[in-house]
């Protein structure tokens, strides 16, 4: 993992953190920036090596996540779809699917994006599969799809009758045929990692023929998915937290202020504290679940705070849209609310409330 590391830190020490406010708000940078990653490989690091991938460790995983995360929040966001896409069909038993897509996702030629997370909403299920002759009709809105004009195809989930789930793999372009149809919104005005290209989509009895299929999941699978992985996402936190801190270390260097230099020594110790614990979580499958999900909130709460201090050091400038801890800070707001569930949202609150 040294090497892959000592690749990703020069690629985003020297490419992307020059551009990191540019690659927020201009599609264009971010695939760059994308591409940057793809050129040495690094776009489906959980894949089998037989199929092109680095079959990197959950830990390894969550170290290179968090790097990305440090210095474009947008960037993190974009090419973890395409890496949770390379997950799913390197454990799809559809192998003539995995011999088509697998070889080219390492180095971005060709990029998938994923539209799965309507399978958390309550009620009236919002994509809907119904069985047919070769295959299944896909009906619904997906609300949420990242990026659009950037991916080529997606992998979208729908509900079918028995509460189960089909993942299969559909085109991210504007298509009709013959009876059915797939189009998008303009793209979200999102907060922060507007580049991201997110849009929402309306599928009208698409036909998904079961070769295009990547995977059925039993009910609830979403549910328990999310229980099983809920530290994940505080790898995006914890990058945030620590790229809030790096700019505070840059101003201290014109700003000569013990009391900033006291804050980033408190920071930097509950950060790596916050990030050992999360290691060893991770590593312990006995874990208390009530634990995992107070690190969550935990991770939640330190790239709030390290980027409100960013802003706070950074004083007037920092209301300019394109100051950098603008654009963390609005990147934790992002990572507040990414991949939530109501039991997170929980953890969350209480933690904002016991101060």
């Known amino acids: 993992m040294q090497n892959i590391e000592e690749i990703a830190s020069s690629i985003l020490q020297n490419s992307v953190a020059p551009l990191a406010n540019e690659i927020d708000s201009n599609p264009e940078a971010l695939k760059t920036a994308?591409?940057?990653?793809?050129k040495s490989g690094l776009l489906a690091l959980q894949i089998p090596r037989k199929w092109g991938g680095l079959e990197l460790k959950q830990q390894d995983y969550f170290n290179y996540q968090l790097l990305v995360a440090r210095y474009s929040g947008a960037l993190a966001f974009l090419q973890t779809q395409h890496q949770s896409a390379a997950a799913m069909l390197a454990s799809s038993e559809n192998e003539r699917l995995q011999q088509q897509y697998l070889p080219h996702l390492s180095h971005g030629k060709i990029l998938l994006g994923v539209a799965f997370s309507q399978l958390r909403r309550s009620g009236e299920p919002p994509v809907k599969?119904?069985?047919t002759t070769g295959g299944y009709y896909i009906e619904g809105i997906v609300p949420w799809i990242t990026g659009w004009n950037i991916f080529q195809e997606f992998i979208i989930a729908a509900k079918l009758p028995d509460e189960r789930a089909v993942f299969g793999i559909l085109p991210f372009e504007e298509t009709t045929t013959l009876n059915g149809s797939i189009s998008f919104s303009e793209v979200m005005p999102?907060?922060?990692?507007?580049?991201?290209?997110?849009?929402?989509?309306?599928?009208?009895n698409w036909f998904l023929p079961d070769e295009r299929v990547v995977s059925l999941k039993p009910a609830n699978w979403i549910h328990h998915n999310d229980k099983?992985?809920?530290?994940?996402?505080?790898?995006?936190?914890?990058?945030c937290a620590f790229a809030g801190i790096d700019?505070?270390?840059?101003v201290s260097k014109s700003k000569s202020l013990g009391f900033i230099a006291d804050a980033?020594?408190?920071?930097?110790?509950?950060?790596?504290?916050?990030?050992?614990?999360?290691?060893?979580?991770?590593?312990?499958?006995?874990?208390?679940f009530a634990k995992k999900l107070h690190l969550r909130a935990t991770s939640i709460n330190l790239a709030q705070?390290?980027?409100a201090a960013a802003v706070t050091v950074s004083s007037g400038g920092a209301n300019h849209k394109n100051h950098g801890?603008?654009?963390?800070?609005?990147?934790?707001?992002?990572?507040?609310?990414f991949g939530q569930t109501t039991a997170i949202m929980e953890a969350t609150l209480k933690i904002l409330t016991s101060y």
């Open 264 to 288: 980033i020594s408190c920071l930097q110790a509950e950060v790596n504290e916050c990030r050992n614990v999360i290691e060893e979580a991770n590593k312990n499958s006995d874990t208390d």
């Open 190 to 204: 999102l907060c922060a990692i507007n580049s991201t290209n997110t849009v929402s989509a309306t599928v009208r």
């Open 129 to 131: 599969a119904f069985p």
């Open 228 to 239: 099983q992985k809920v530290l994940r996402f505080s790898a995006f936190a914890l990058g």
């Open 247 to 250: 700019i505070m270390i840059e």
């Open 34 to 38: 994308l591409m940057s990653l793809g």
């Open 305 to 307: 705070r390290c980027a």
């Open 325 to 337: 801890a603008q654009r963390v800070y609005r990147e934790s707001l992002v990572y507040t609310v």
